[in-house]
C-alpha cells in the first residue's frame, strides 16, 4: 500500500522565520516520485518540486529547499524567511507503480505566516 | 489556453438531480485526471484518461459517477442522482505524458448538494 503522512495539520509562524514541513511516505515500489504543492486561498494546486526516488540529492530553489533521506521514507520542505505570501496549504504527494500515474496525497499542513 | 480550465467554478444541485462539471486541460497534454477534495483534506484519485482512453478508474466512489473524455482533449465528470456526501471540490489536472510528469492543476469545481 502507498500512503502520505504529514502530521503537521497546522503550523503559524512570524515573517522571516524558517519553518519545515514534514512529509513522511510508504510504498514498495522501488521507482517512484514525490512532490509537493502549493494550494492558496484560490483553491488550484500549484506544483513545486518532483523528486525521484533515485536522487537523494537536496535541492534548494531560492527560498526553498527539499531534504529527501530514502533510510527515513521523508521528504520534508524548509521555507526560508518566511513571507506572509507562503500563507497556504501544503501537500506532500507520492505517485509509484509503473501501471498507474494517480497521485497519492498527503492530508496538507495550513500554513499561517502572520507579519 | 495556458492553464487547466475547469467550470464552473461553483454549483448547487439539490439532492437527487444530475450534475456535469468540465475540464479543459493545458493544450497538448496526454494525460488527464480527476480527484475530490473533501474539506480539510487532500485530494482523492478517482480516475485518469491517456488521450481517450479511461485507463483506471479505481476511485470513482459509486456508479453514480461517470467520467469521458471521447475525443482526448475536453473532459467531463458527471454525477447522477447526487448526494449530499458528493459534496466536495472536483480538481481536475493534466499532464504531458503521464507517469512522473507533474501534473497541473485547474482551480476546481465547488459542488454543493443541498
Known amino acids: 500500500a502507498q500512503k502520505v503522512t504529514q502530521a503537521q495539520t497546522e503550523i503559524s509562524v512570524v515573517e522571516k522565520e524558517d519553518v519545515t514541513l514534514d512529509c513522511v511516505y510508504e510504498t514498495r515500489d522501488t521507482t517512484y516520485y514525490l512532490f509537493w504543492y502549493k494550494q492558496p486561498p484560490s483553491g488550484e494546486l500549484v506544483f513545486l518540486i518532483r523528486?525521484?526516488?533515485?536522487?537523494?540529492q537536496n535541492e534548494i530553489s531560492g527560498r526553498y529547499s527539499w531534504n529527501f533521506q530514502k533510510s527515513t521514507s521523508s521528504f520534508n520542505f524548509t521555507i526560508t524567511a518566511s513571507q506572509v505570501v507562503d500563507s497556504a496549504v501544503y501537500f506532500c504527494a507520492l505517485t509509484a507503480s509503473y501501471n498507474t500515474d494517480k497521485l497519492i496525497f498527503g492530508t496538507g499542513t495550513r500554513l499561517q505566516v502572520f507579519p | 489556453g495556458a492553464g487547466v480550465s475547469q467550470s464552473p467554478r461553483y454549483k448547487v444541485a439539490k439532492r437527487g438531480q444530475d450534475v456535469a462539471l468540465r475540464c479543459d486541460p493545458i493544450s497538448g497534454h496526454v494525460s488527464l485526471f480527476w480527484y475530490q477534495q473533501a474539506l480539510g483534506q487532500g485530494p482523492e484519485f478517482l480516475t485518469y484518461?491517456?488521450?481517450?482512453?479511461?485507463?483506471?478508474k479505481s476511485g470513482l466512489p459509486s456508479d453514480r459517477f461517470f467520467a469521458e473524455r471521447p475525443e482526448g482533449s475536453v473532459s467531463t465528470l458527471k454525477i447522477q442522482r447526487t448526494q449530499q456526501e458528493d459534496s466536495a471540490v472536483y480538481l481536475c489536472a493534466s499532464s504531458r505524458t503521464g507517469g512522473e510528469e507533474p501534473q497541473h492543476f485547474g482551480d476546481g469545481t465547488r459542488l454543493s448538494i443541498l
Open positions: 523528486r525521484n526516488s533515485f536522487d537523494e
Open positions: 484518461f491517456q488521450n481517450e482512453a479511461q485507463l483506471d
